[in-house]
């Protein structure tokens, strides 16, 4: 009997629709469940997906979940969306409040209820939400893959693309840390093919010795510029995160920066913070410890310090609700 995909997602705004869309689009699940406590929106998003079933490339069964988010635990992947987007106007960390509280409301429900997949979390702070998701659901770490700085990472590609006219593709290049104001670029392990950035700058510099910083601000902010004019960032994200939900589905071994609980690496633990990582059916499958300089490492321990200083405001639930021993 051939396999039936399920994915779920929570939240049906800007960047949970559009993800649901992709997925229908792309053809890369067989049964969709999505949850929102918005009850008219979720009605109307059903709809509407529903009346596009005939144009999409294969039929899909979609289920208007309300907010029993029980109906999820069935579900290979789920993808976490929910929040409020307005609240991030200024910054991610906006948010950190109405994200965490809203994660409290499903996180335990959908583990008691049997949930046995992978989360894809991209809601902001995204490396908080991981880390509470984790916390609050006690399930192997590994079965949560935040979206991270995988988008940031493509915006990072973007800018060098522009200075240097190579496709995004053929560029290796990673935004590491926190989904946020304190992430950086590792441009000391930027490569095109196997040739590295430093070895092109020697050789050709008018052309890759492009000012770095600069790149790195760009893929900082293009977030803002985005949400400068539309009051929110939907298309980018929501086909990052359908590529990591592809990638398990598939068990792709894809590699990626994302958000993964850190063990050790670069010397932090106990939060998730984004590094490279190979994404497969059980989530994340590896990690790579990238060999970063003495400006990178630096700006790496300054940023899990920023996310474990937005843990710290959330109170004494985090403990007491904590499932992780
Ligand atoms: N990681 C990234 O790269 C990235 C990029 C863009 C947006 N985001 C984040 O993704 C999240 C969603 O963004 P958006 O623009 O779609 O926001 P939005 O405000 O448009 O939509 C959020 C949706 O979540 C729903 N919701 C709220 N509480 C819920 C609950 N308890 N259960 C189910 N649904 C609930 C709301 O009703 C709303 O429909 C935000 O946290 C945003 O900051 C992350």
Partial sequence: MAYIRKVGVLGQ?????????????????????????????????TQDFTDALSFYP???????????????????????????????????????????????????????????????SISNPCD??????????????KRIVGSGTALDSARLRNAISKRTGLDQHSINAY???????????????????????????????????????????????GGYVTYAGKGCTEYAVAQAAVRLVQAILGNEHYV????????????EEGIFSSIPCVVGANGIEETFELPLNEREQAAFRASCEHIRGNIAQLGEWWNTESRVK
């Avoid at 229908?24 to 998003?45: F, M, R």
């Avoid at 939400?129 to 659901?137: A, F, K, P, Q």
Wanted: proline share 1%.
């Fill in 128 to 141: 908080v939400i991981c880390t509470e998701i984790w916390r609050l659901s006690g399930c192997d770490p």
């Fill in 13 to 45: 705004g800007h960047v949970g629709a559009h993800v649901a869309n992709s997925l229908l689009v792309q053809g890369l699940v067989d049964e969709l469940y999505l949850c929102d406590i918005n009850a008219q929106k979720l009605t109307s998003e």
């Fill in 58 to 120: 294969h039929n899909c069964k979609i289920v208007n979940c309300g907010d029993e988010y029980e109906k999820l635990a069935g579900c290979d992947v789920i993808v976490n969306a929910a929040g409020d987007v307005a609240s991030a106007a200024k910054d991610r960390d906006g948010e950190l409040f109405v994200t965490s509280e809203i994660a409290r409301t499903f996180i335990a429900r959908v583990t008691d209820a049997g949930f046995k997949g992978v989360w894809v």
């Fill in 256 to 267: 990626t920066c994302c958000s993964t609980l850190l063990t050790g690496e670069h010397g």
């Fill in 175 to 221: 935004m590491l840390g926190e989904h946020g104001a304190s992430q950086f670029a590792a441009m000391s392990c930027v490569s095109f093919g196997c040739k590295t950035l430093a070895d092109l700058v020697a050789e050709q510099p008018e052309r890759f010795g492009f000012d770095q910083l600069e790149c790195e601000e760009e893929a900082r902010h």
